[in-house]
């Protein structure tokens, strides 16, 4: 491992920021001076960066959790690796493999596991190929992809689009979105949220200075291509020799939001895992932004207890 230091994070107050190089990718991390509770890595989803989570990840270092907000490879200000026909460097297996890699070297081989959106999906498939690393999980606003994709309706394609865009052959989607990223990025965002004022103007510009980085857009279509592909041909042989999740599981989604909407979210994951708790919550898709309050409420006593199971 090899470690850059880059300052003071502007956005997670109290965190620094380092570049860690785990061979064969480096990630931008920010991290919090210490703790001596249960580690918290903290996985932001499609268009976020790490800063998404700067109204949490502050709260969870003040209540004694050492926490970590990598940029999952491909995103923020992390490696773009060069994909390949399958897309399997964009498959979560290997965005799971960096974040247990990072979570070792920094000296955590245990740790919980909080994901939002493609983070979400990060954290299922490493409570999946890792299960001695993830002592909980909690997923935000997501069902599991193949139960997404097995149930598509006209409703999902409609409100989801992007799924089904983002994975045409490059450059198709490339080139569209490269047309003006801005326009298609707010326009993204503002179907997301359904709070006034969320993301901020400054949360927009940080993402969208990443999103028109080089191979930046490139980048995230290979990550949808990868889960519509590869993905799934790991969650059926998943499902073929039914294995399934024995972390605690924490089911988190926006009442207003698109998951909300459109699934038995508790349903959805008590078919891949063992122990499954929920909560709606009243916000749209971007809960750590929109509800920071209400996600603490329930992500800090869901950490709390994993010293007593």
Known sequence: MTITERGPSPFLAGFTLADIGLGDVTLRVARSPGGSGLPVLL????????????????ALAAAGHPV?????????????????????????????ADAVALMRACGHPRFAVVGHDRGGRVAHRMALDHPEAVDRLAVLDIAPTLTMYETTDRAFATRYFWWFFLIQPAPLPERMIGADPEAYLRH????????????????????????????????ICEDYRAAAGIDLDHDRADAAAGRRVTAPLLALWGGLSTVGALYDVT???????????????????????????????????????????
């Open 43 to 58: 996985l932001h989803g499609h268009p976020q960066t790490h800063a998404t989570w700067h109204a949490v990840a502050p």
């Open 68 to 96: 970590f907000a990598p940029d999952l490879r491909g995103y923020g200000d992390s490696d773009r690796p060069v994909s390949d026909d399958a897309h399997a460097p964009y498959s979560k297996r290997a965005m799971a």
């Open 188 to 219: 993204h965002l503002a179907g997301q949220s359904r709070t006034r004022g969320v993301p901020s103007e400054a949360m927009v510009q940080e993402y969208l200075r990443c999103y028109r980085a080089p191979g930046g857009i490139h980048a």
């Open 267 to 309: 349903a959805t994951w008590r078919a891949k895992a063992d122990a499954v708790t929920g909560q709606a919550l009243p916000c749209g898709h971007l809960l750590q932004e929109e509800a920071p309050g209400a996600v603490l409420e329930h992500l800090l006593p869901f950490l709390r207890r994993a010293a007593r199971d």
